[in-house]
Nanobody, 120 residues
Framework: QVHVVESGGGLVQAGGSLRLSCAASGSISSINAMGWYRQAPGKQRELVAVVSSGGSTRYADSVKGRFTIARDNAKNTVYLQMNSLKPEDTAVYYC??????????????WGQGTQVTVSS
């Protein structure tokens, strides 16, 4: 099966930085898009950033200019560099990997989430 594990969350003061990482492993044939989503209590899960297999990126308006998504195809890893963090960035961040498994199934695979808390 395909496993997705994210890390790098934590507690940081407003204006600080964090880098999230997400590694996909298991029986993977290929990875297409990789992205980061977040969900705060009482709110819907929203797209934060996504990067395609070709390197195209897309960001939520709320994080443009502050967050950067990047991928390392050799390591099946995607990163989210978060700078100038704001309290409203507080959420559980989830990694999403759109991949084709070794047995041919294309699907979105999700990590368990990592908590990011930004204090005022």
């Amino acid at each position: 099966q395909v496993h997705v594990v994210e890390s790098g969350g934590g507690l940081v003061q407003a204006g600080g930085s964090l880098r999230l990482s997400c590694a996909a492993s298991g029986s993977i044939s290929s990875i297409n898009a990789m992205g980061w989503y977040r969900q705060a209590p009482g709110k819907q899960r929203e797209l934060v950033a996504v990067v395609s297999s070709g390197g195209s990126t897309r960001y939520a308006d709320s994080v443009k200019g502050r967050f950067t998504i990047a991928r390392d195809n050799a390591k099946n890893t995607v990163y989210l560099q978060m700078n100038s963090l704001k309290p409203e960035d507080t959420a559980v961040y989830y990694c999403n990997v759109n991949a084709v498994a070794a047995w041919g199934r294309r699907n979105d695979y999700w990590g368990q989430g990592t908590q990011v808390t930004v204090s005022s």
